[in-house]
């Protein structure tokens, strides 16, 4: 069959034979599968009849998914989890025995950096941090002979770190060991790991990949033995499995993926262009710009930019809530990667327990926004900005945007 585009293979790949067959893949909302006989039922779990046994480690619906995010990613196989922090848990499970270590970015998704810095020890492996991951030389003196796999977020959630991921590729081909990339920003639709010479490409599929914040999960993607060994001696015991359900949200995410990230990032382009000439806004950190220190990596690894950002206001604590209350299209909410878009004010929220001592140090000031653009009509986007801006200046110009205008108290 030739080569088919992105798209063709999201709507398409890793068909199973459903019968009666249907538009959409059916969801097996069913932890077992009745057996013919006892001897099929003998030949499926030996693994001599194609078959499913139990819905902790295989299910009709997952495995439609699995495969086609096997396809995606351009691996042999996938796991699907229960959310994207299972993926990472299952997979250094899987790879590491007491004694060893991971070497990692320390620019990690917070539940990463508490899993590596505070999990792992519980099971006798530890984290050795790169905290200069730009560098190949870090990554390179941090390896020791008990290190296991290296593991990379690029792009970084919150910090939008950018990876030379071929550059890291060679290094751990170089020392025999798996490089493992957190695609779940970019998603595959924009970045693929696997063909930029990685072994194993995690994500929270909580994010772009369902698109409309309605289903956790996870997966990890990479090859057969890696994926078996996680499906027969890890979710088996461990039992992070994902939901028919949500396999059939992911399903239909990854439908419409390719065309929903090339709005996300057309959008968070011309927001990012917009924020950057803002006089009530300090500096932007989104690697689209060409200001930005990571821009020159984008082009030879990445198809866009992918939608999220963040940005300083040029203002105290208080204007960044007012602005935030004011904004009226823009969702505030403890999320990112959805059709919708949402703000996060990291100094009153995810940040607040840090205290402010350790906020400066993490570069987190009391105005900065963490920012993921939505797919809505960039032009009601800037609007719903810049009055926001104007009621952080001046509450004057408030005036029905706050809630307590919305929502008088009651007298
Ligand atoms: C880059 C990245 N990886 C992993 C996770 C964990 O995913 P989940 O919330 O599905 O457990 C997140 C969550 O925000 C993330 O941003």
């Given at each position: ?6 798209t ?35 030949d ?15 299910n ?6 699995e495969?086609r995010m096997?396809?995606?990613?351009n ?8 959310s994207?922090m299972?993926?990472i ?8 025995q ?6 990692s970015?320390?620019?990690v998704?917070?539940?990463?950096f508490?899993?590596?810095g ?11 941090w790169?905290?200069n991951?730009?560098?190949i030389?870090?990554?390179?003196a941090?390896?020791?002979p ?17 990876a030379?991921?071929?550059?890291l590729?060679?290094?751990?081909k ?6 493992v990339?957190d695609?779940t920003?970019?998603t595959?639709a924009?970045q693929?790991?696997i063909?930029?010479?990685a ?6 599929t ?9 289903s956790?999960?996870g ?8 994926i078996?060994g ?8 461990l ?14 995410g990854?439908e419409t ?5 090339e ?14 000439k ?17 821009n020159k ?35 505030h ?7 919708k ?11 607040s327990?840090m ?7 993490a ?5 900065l926004i963490?920012?993921?653009?939505g797919?809505?009509?960039e ?5 719903d900005?810049?009055e ?5 200046e001046?509450?004057a ?12 108290l009651?007298?």
């Open positions: 069959m030739p080569k088919q585009g992105f063709t293979k999201a709507i398409h790949a890793g068909k199973i034979d459903f019968h009666p067959d249907s538009m959409s893949v059916p969801i097996y909302q069913s932890v077992a599968y009745p057996y013919l006989d006892a001897r099929e039922a003998a499926i779990f030996s693994g001599e009849k194609p078959g499913y046994t139990y819905g902790r480690w295989d009709p619906t997952v495995d439609a998914f495969r096997a396809a995606l990613e691996t042999e196989s996938a796991i699907a989890a229960s994207g299972s993926a848990f299952l997979l250094a499970h899987h790879l590491l007491p004694g060893d270590n991971v070497v970015s320390n620019r998704y917070g539940g990463t508490g899993l590596f505070t999990g792992l020890p519980k099971m006798g492996a530890e984290v050795k790169v905290t991951p730009e560098s030389e870090a990554w390179e941090a390896i020791t008990r290190t296991k796999f290296l593991f990379v977020e690029t792009p970084s959630n919150p910090s939008l770190f950018i030379d991921i071929p550059a590729a060679a290094l751990a170089a020392k025999g060991l798996p490089l990339v695609n920003i970019a595959p924009l693929q790991p063909l930029l010479g072994n194993l490409v995690v994500h929270s909580t994010k772009y990949i369902c698109g409309n914040a309605t956790l999960g997966i990890i993607c990479g090859p057969r033995d890696i078996e996680i499906r027969q001696n890890g979710i088996r015991y039992g992070p499995a994902m939901a028919p359900l949500n396999a059939w949200l992911n399903l239909n990854l993926l390719e065309l929903r990230m709005r996300h990032c057309h959008n968070a382009m011309e927001i990012a262009k917009f924020l950057e803002h006089p009530k806004v300090n500096y932007v950190n989104y690697p689209g710009l060409e200001s930005n220190p990571y990596l984008i082009k030879p690894q990445m198809k866009g930019v992918s939608s999220l950002m963040s940005f300083e206001l040029n203002g105290t604590y208080e204007d960044a809530t007012r602005f935030i209350d004011a904004l009226q299209i823009i969702t909410a403890t999320h990112l990667g959805t059709n878009s949402i703000v996060t004010h990291p100094a009153s929220t995810t940040h327990a205290g402010e001592v350790e906020m400066k140090k570069g987190i000031s009391p105005s963490r920012f993921s653009i797919i809505e009509d032009n009601d986007l800037i609007t900005l810049a926001a801006f104007d009621c952080a001046n509450p110009k408030c005036k029905g945007r706050l809630t307590q205008d919305k929502y008088p009651a007298t």
